[in-house]
């Protein structure tokens, strides 16, 4: 039996026409609009005619949201003037219209290239989704790429009211060779798949509650889950945000001084370190502590 691409191994076209209900996908600004980065093409760069990343309207069990996918591909999915001004606009239409929006990141971060632009674009960005949250819009992130959603992106996911994870997918502020350059190999080894991922794969964000779902690296299992979640959202309030903190706090106390990311796992509850870094995503989420 010939079995399809797994979600990660999809680029961003193939990733949004599983997702949604076939044929309901329309691009807003697509390649032959032609608008992209012009920075890039100062430098001498090749430009992408979508640059990085595809948005639109389409159809999720037949209820009609906004969706973006990001190329990873294309500069490592990074977030340019014009790639951010896309994501900015899409989270506003999707305000506008009160229709929920899902983000499938696949980015590195802001693109350096483009300096401020960059960072700008990814502020504005998240100030669009809070106008979404504001009118209990549902925001969705979806992370199950090869490169994760690390720097901005990272970050951006946060704001949003859920993230759907696969444990193939990662999440954090700076990526492992970042760490390791800035750390050292002694510290952090970037070519270490295991701790890598047991730092901040799915798995580990399951756990600690940065990740809503934790499903398998299959189109289908991922369309479930965001469709579960399609219609809850909530505002962001300071009470909120305090609560959030007071969480990280206490994280921050009891795991800040751990070098070994298996006694965080061991502390929340996994007895069985061995046989949860073989099980899936399901079922990893089965035997840990949220999941009973």
Request: aromatic share 6%; charged share 25%; net charge positive.
């Amino acid at each position: 039996m010939t079995r399809g691409p797994l979600f990660h191994e999809q680029t961003a076209r193939q990733r949004i026409a599983a997702l949604v209900d076939p044929g309901s996908f329309g691009e807003l600004l697509p390649p032959p609009e032609r608008i992209t980065s012009p920075y890039l093409a100062q430098l001498g760069i090749p430009v992408s005619f979508d640059d990085g990343v595809v948005i639109g309207r389409a159809k999720l069990g037949g209820k009609k949201i906004y969706i973006a996918a990001q190329v990873g591909q294309f500069v490592g999915g990074a977030v340019g003037e014009i790639h951010g001004a896309k994501l900015t606009g899409l989270f506003k239409a999707a305000a506008r219209d009160r229709a929920p929006c899902v983000l499938l990141i696949e980015s590195g971060g802001v693109r350096l290239h483009e300096g401020s632009a960059g960072e700008i674009a990814i502020a504005e960005t998240m100030r669009a989704i809070f106008e979404c949250r504001a009118k209990k819009v549902a925001t969705i992130a979806v992370i199950g790429s090869d490169i994760g959603a690390y720097g901005g992106m990272g970050i951006l996911s946060t704001c949003c009211d859920f993230r759907v994870m696969s444990e193939h997918g990662r999440l954090g502020i700076s990526g492992p060779i970042v760490i390791e350059k800035w750390m050292g190999k002694k510290a952090y080894d970037s070519s270490n798949r295991a701790l890598v991922w047991k730092t901040s794969g799915g798995k580990t964000k399951y756990l600690l509650g940065d990740a809503d779902a934790l499903v398998h690296d299959d189109a289908g299992a991922i369309r479930d889950a965001v469709a579960k979640l399609l219609g809850r959202s909530s505002a962001v309030t300071l009470k909120s945000v305090k609560a959030r903190q007071k969480e990280l706090e206490k994280r921050l106390k009891r795991f800040g001084a751990t070098t070994d990311p298996n006694d965080v796992w061991k502390g929340m509850g996994v007895r069985d370190v061995a046989a949860a870094s073989l099980a899936s995503g399901p079922e990893f989420a089965a035997m840990t502590r949220r999941g009973k």
